[in-house]
């Protein structure tokens, strides 16, 4: 194939930890059989070399947290064919919509020397508020084979593979005991995406909901669970108010067990 008949890949940041672009990093050998078909043409997190123009993929990461940062993502927008948001940052608002809850201003000054140098949003909001989205990959960070399907979808223009069950499916595959039944662990298993090859859980540890509330969760019968378990109003509110925290489902469920 000619190099220059190549789709062109960008990769954007916004307010993240730029995890899931080391995920996308760590496709390794995977990564370069891409770029044989690819051309990496905005990937500042792995190399320097910028080619301008329209990009026919454009995967973000991280959330809108900046008047800037509303106003750039409209501009990337324009340029890509296809744009796909990965990661709990860019698909939710990530760990920092915690600032939804509370006085932005607050955290400010109980951060920083001096706040009033910075410029920020009231809220952290995924992108999808503000533009169209043409796919979104979750997962803090993403899990790197589900991107290197979205990507190969792409390629083929087909329809993407990626799990819509329940951490819980994954446990049962690996045969792991429910660590709710077992030892009256607190789990957000039964209404989290897969993807994370039921990693906590696998170590008799709750799943953390690194991968965001599932297709119609049931978050308020897991809820009245917890509270059988011994679990407390703000050990329930805590719970749903992690890298998800203003996904919908998760946001709705919190806001219920709020003093």
Not at 93 to 98: F, P, S, T, V
Not at 114 to 139: A, C, M, Q, W
Not at 215 to 220: A, I, M, V
């Amino acid at each position: 194939m000619n190099r220059n008949k190549k789709p062109k890949l960008a990769v954007w940041k916004f307010a993240s930890c730029d995890g899931c672009q080391l995920s996308l990093l760590d496709c390794e050998d995977a990564l370069l059989d891409f770029a044989e078909v690819i051309q990496i043409a905005n990937f500042p997190e792995a190399s320097r070399a910028v080619i301008h123009g329209k990009y026919d993929i454009s995967l973000v990461e991280g959330s809108i947290t900046t008047s800037h940062d509303a106003e750039r993502i409209h501009k990337i927008r324009r340029q890509s064919k296809f744009l796909m948001t990965i990661g709990a940052c860019a698909t939710s608002g990530g760990i920092q919509a915690l600032r939804n809850f509370a006085d932005v201003t607050r955290f400010n000054a109980i951060v920083y020397a001096h706040p009033e140098y910075i410029s920020t949003l009231n809220k952290s909001t995924p992108i999808r508020d503000h533009i169209y989205v043409d796919f979104e990959l979750h997962g803090c960070p993403i899990n790197k084979l589900q991107l290197v399907e979205v990507c190969s979808a792409f390629l083929h223009g087909r329809k993407p593979v990626v799990p819509t069950h329940s951490v819980c499916m994954d446990c049962k595959r690996k045969g792991n005991p429910c660590v709710m039944v077992a030892h009256q662990t607190p789990c957000l298993g039964p209404v989290t995406h897969a993807g994370c090859n039921a990693l906590c859980p696998s170590y008799n540890r709750g799943c953390f909901g690194c991968f965001g509330p599932k297709e119609t969760p049931k978050t308020s019968s897991l809820a009245k669970k917890w509270q059988d378990l011994g679990a407390s109003n703000d050990e329930i509110m805590r719970a749903f108010r992690g890298f998800y925290s203003y996904a919908e489902p998760f946001r709705k469920e919190s806001e219920m067990y709020e003093d």
